[in-house]
């Protein structure tokens, strides 16, 4: 049971706090350029130790809705040439939510990226999707399209709400080292 709604500036926050201890605990895996599938687990670890004591679940690649365990799907219009639309479903790389609702308590959706994907653009036509309000079928407070630079070993982060990307909402490029 959620124990307290988050502002933006406590998600923030808690998701800095995280990443940074992904920088100090796990930059080997940028040091040896290791493929970005594996960072979401390692971050997930990280978030969960803030998020789970107001309640929320922290889960990588969940692509189930609600109690009846129906896969996530993507809105055809929205999602246009995106593989979401296929029977497998969407799987967000981290999820910060409470089982078992709906869309009830969906506070933060993440895709993680290396900085130099050239299939970014993708990943933002799901945050978008994510966080639709109306029309979206998850409605996730924020999304969060995470960049992280094996080269630089630096991160940033472009934050979403409301189906759009914040203009003025980011986590501005800081050193993971």
């Known amino acids: 049971m959620i124990s307290k709604i988050l502002s933006f500036d406590e998600v923030k926050k808690y998701v800095v706090s ?8 796990d930059l080997k895996l940028l040091e040896y350029s290791i493929d970005e599938y594996s ?6 670890c990280y978030l969960e130790e803030k998020f789970s004591r107001f309640g929320y679940n922290v889960d990588c690649e969940y692509n189930k ?6 896969i996530k799907k993507g809105n055809s219009q929205i999602l246009e040439n995106t593989d979401l639309k296929k029977k497998r479903g969407v ?3 981290i999820i910060i939510h409470e089982r078992g609702n709906l869309t009830e308590n969906n506070l933060l959706v993440i895709e993680i990226k290396k900085a130099n994907n050239s299939n970014i653009s993708r990943d933002r036509r799901k945050l978008e999707y ?3 309000i ?10 969060l399209l995470i960049l992280i630079s094996c080269e630089s070993q ?7 709400e409301n189906g759009e990307r914040s203009k003025d909402r980011k986590i501005d490029e800081f050193s993971l080292v």
């Open 18 to 25: 995280s990443l940074k201890k992904f920088g100090k605990k």
């Open 39 to 44: 960072y979401p687990h390692h971050i997930a």
């Open 65 to 70: 809705v609600g109690k009846t365990g129906e």
């Open 91 to 93: 799987r967000p790389d």
């Open 130 to 132: 994510f966080t639709l």
């Open 134 to 143: 109306n029309g979206g079928q998850l409605q996730y407070t924020f999304g």
């Open 154 to 160: 630096t991160v940033r982060g472009e934050f979403f």
